[in-house]
């Protein structure tokens, strides 16, 4: 059974930092892409950043400069670290899975809210 478990959101002042975890199970981890995507109220969910399996990483426009995902494959962990928060970036985040050469994210964590207050 394949299970994403988000940790790490909160609530924080704008110009703050924070750093989400999400720890897989019941995945090849360290084969699979690993992506953090976001969903804000009334808004379609965006992908925010992804890593491959070797570790290099792309990033939306929106979180370049400010945030860097990260992840340990001995710990089956992915990290999204934010820094410099904006209102704006108020939603849940969600971590996703795909395996080598898949076209889409096949599994998803529950989520964690994130909000930043002005």
């Known amino acids: 059974q394949v299970q994403l478990v988000e940790s790490g959101g909160g609530l924080v002042q704008a110009g703050g930092s924070l750093r989400l975890s999400c720890e897989a199970s019941?995945?090849?981890?360290?084969?699979?892409?690993m992506g953090w995507f976001r969903q804000a109220p009334g808004k379609q969910r965006e992908l925010v950043a992804s890593?491959?399996?070797?570790?290099?990483?792309t990033y939306a426009d929106s979180g370049k400069g400010r945030f860097t995902i990260s992840r340990d494959n001995i710990k089956n962990t992915v990290y999204l670290q934010m820094n410099s928060l904006k209102p704006e970036d108020t939603a849940v985040y969600y971590c996703?899975?795909?395996?080598?050469?898949?076209?889409?994210?096949?599994?998803w964590g529950q989520g964690t809210q994130v909000t930043v207050s002005s």
């Open positions: 996703a899975s795909k395996g080598p050469g898949a076209p889409d994210f096949r599994f």
């Open positions: 890593i491959i399996s070797n570790g290099s990483p």
């Open positions: 019941g995945i090849i981890f360290s084969i699979c892409t």
